[in-house]
């Protein structure tokens, strides 16, 4: 969502063509603004827009190559365009989370030709760190609202995705989720609790929980069948 509230940032697939493209729509979905026109074979998606509503950053995926990059652009007509970071070939840099203020992006990599871990660099896509390191794989990064704190997945041999924190300054990690089901995509709300996706390991219906931050008061969102 662009941080009004007013329009959202799409990834749209060409149908009979391995291509998606990075759309903007209004809340009703109309108003549809057409940005990225990628070349034939390109993949854009993960789309983010910046906390002042001014960029957009994504990922560009090349198929082909097998290589994807965060990339950033104009978030009115999605020029100019650049690449923030320069993964060797064959890696793959995606799912950019903006900071509260804009200034820093937390992203997944396996730049290190190993699983992803969650790297943060800064806005122009200088000082890249990567702040885990546990040979996991590793995503969908997500920061608290007071930008000192990023909530993301963590998968590990033979179990099920859990979440996780990490508190930047310190390096201390959390887990908030020890459970035997999927729990995926997190979001953490500006009140400070965490919403995400859960689904059970054997299968079936998925649906849409909220926790605080430190993982107590889980409920679903969504009403069962």
């Given amino acids: 969502w662009a ?63 097998g290589t994807a990059a965060i990339w950033v652009m104009d978030a009115d007509d999605g020029v100019p365009t650049r690449a923030l970071t320069d993964p060797p070939s064959g890696a793959t840099e995606a799912a950019p989370a903006w900071s509260p203020d804009g200034s820093r992006i937390a992203f997944q990599s396996d730049r290190r030709k190993r699983l992803p871990d969650i790297f943060v660099m800064r806005a122009d896509g200088s000082g890249r760190r990567r ?28 179990r099920a995705a859990d979440l996780w924190t990490l508190e930047l300054a310190t390096g201390e990690e959390r887990n908030l989720t020890a459970s035997p089901d999927w729990e995926t995509d997190p979001a953490w709300s500006p009140d400070g609790r965490i919403a995400y996706v859960w689904a059970p390991r054997g299968g079936g219906d998925k649906n849409v929980f909220v926790m605080g931050s430190d993982g107590t008061d889980r409920e679903p969102v969504l009403a069962g069948p």
């Fill in 131 to 158: 702040v885990t390191d546990t040979g996991v794989i590793e995503g969908s990064p997500a920061w608290s609202p007071d930008g000192k704190s990023i909530v993301f997945e963590r998968t590990r041999p033979g």
């Fill in 3 to 65: 941080p009004g509230g007013d329009h959202l940032a799409v990834s749209r697939h060409r149908p009979g063509n391995p291509t998606s493209d990075i759309w903007t729509v209004d809340r009703h979905g109309r108003d549809a603004v057409w940005l990225t026109k990628g070349f034939d074979g390109v993949m854009d998606r993960h789309p983010a827009w910046s906390p002042d509503g001014r960029r957009i950053a994504w990922t560009r995926g090349v198929p082909r190559t």
